[in-house]
């Protein structure tokens, strides 16, 4: 089994910057493909960007190119997202998952965290 726990969001003023992390236990070595996602309140989860363990490509939404970056700490089992230039629009609840898959597209995540509520407000 594999579990997967977030950290790190919180409230942030418009502008500012966040690093999500999550942290992968248990049966972790399978995990090839990270992916992050997002629900804003009253709308479908999205999908934000995908990262490769192996040979850390990643690869990301149009609507988050150029404010968020995904990288990975393979020693640690975590993998970050790095928030910048946040805006009100940002504000959902973010998500880790993973899959055994080596493909960065949105679908067929096994695994899944908790979720962790990022706010952008002022």
């Known amino acids: 089994q594999v579990q997967l726990v977030e950290s790190g969001g919180g409230l942030v003023q418009p502008g500012g910057s966040l690093r999500l992390s999550c942290t992968a236990s248990g049966r972790a070595n399978n995990l090839n493909t990270m992916g992050w996602f997002r629900q804003a309140p009253g709308k479908e989860r999205e999908f934000v960007g995908a990262i490769r363990r192996d040979i850390g490509e990643a690869k990301y939404a149009d609507s988050v190119k150029g404010r968020f970056t995904i990288f990975r700490d393979n020693a640690k089992n975590t993998v970050y997202l790095q928030i910048n230039s946040l805006i009100p629009e940002d504000t959902a609840v973010y998500y880790c998952?993973?899959?055994?898959?080596?493909?960065?597209?949105?679908?067929?995540?096994?695994?899944w965290g908790q979720g962790i509520q990022v706010t952008v407000s002022s």
């Open positions: 998952a993973s899959k055994q898959s080596y493909d960065l597209g949105r679908v067929d995540y096994d695994y």
